[in-house]
């Protein structure tokens, strides 16, 4: 078990510019989750998968975010056209489905400059 | 609709002196919560968790949370801070075991040698 890892950890971009980050979960997690923490805030939640499926969306989760999922291990979150408003750190947390708690990532730090 | 709230945005303890940091919820069901710890620049890391049983939980590093219905809190304490202590500490509610968390907007520990 070598914990969830999230590439980068940090992420300098200029706006307007497109950013992606990528989440490796535990191997035997089913669900991965996608969360934003700005300065000051608590993690907001952004979106999960339980396998390959995305359940669930949150309204933070504009039509320039995308995430994927696609065999069910690691996920992708994609950010297009970023503006200074989408600097924050980016977590993805996993767990397994009937599990108490989720295990977090260390974090994408995105500033978009 | 589920929520937290953490009352003290900063809380400053002399080192080895009791550590109170408040929680309360708002479920419209039993809540499952959760306190969570996040060193600078790091992911959040679970310190404990109530689902269901004992009201008293204990977690890592010496902390320990007592679940009360009738007050809608989930309180962290630790009787002796230490330095390592400090950090963010963040309270969290779910409804069941895979949803998405509500976190609180954290609680900043800081403990004065």
């Known amino acids: 078990d070598t914990g969830v890892s999230q590439d980068p950890r940090h992420k300098i971009t200029k706006r307007g510019q497109n950013v992606t980050f990528r989440c490796d979960p535990i191997s035997e997690h089913n669900r991965l989750y996608w969360y934003r923490q700005t300065l000051g805030q608590g993690p907001e939640f952004l979106t999960y998968?339980?396998?390959?499926?995305?359940?669930?969306k949150s309204r933070l989760l504009s039509d320039r975010f995308s995430a994927e999922r696609p065999k069910g291990s690691f996920s992708t979150l994609e950010i297009q056209r970023t503006e200074q408003g989408d600097s924050a750190m980016y977590l993805c947390a996993s767990s397994l489905w009937g599990g108490y708690g989720y295990t977090f990532g260390s974090g994408t730090r995105l500033t978009v400059v | 609709a589920q929520s937290v709230t953490q009352l003290g945005s900063h809380v400053s303890v002399s080192e080895g002196a009791l550590v109170l940091l408040r929680c309360n919820y708002s479920?419209?069901?039993?809540?499952?919560l959760f306190w969570y710890v996040q060193y600078p620049n790091q992911g959040l890391q679970l310190l404990l968790k109530?689902?269901?049983?004992?009201?008293l939980v204990k977690g890592i590093n010496g902390f320990e949370a007592e679940f009360k219905k009738s007050e809608t809190s989930f309180h962290l304490t630790k009787p002796s801070a230490h330095m390592s202590d400090a950090a963010e500490y963040f309270c969290a509610v779910t409804l069941n075991t895979g949803n998405q968390f509500y976190f609180g907007t954290g609680t900043s520990l800081t403990v004065i040698p």
């Open positions: 109530y689902t269901t049983g004992a009201t």
């Open positions: 479920s419209s069901v039993p809540p499952y």
């Open positions: 998968f339980q396998n390959e499926a995305q359940l669930e």
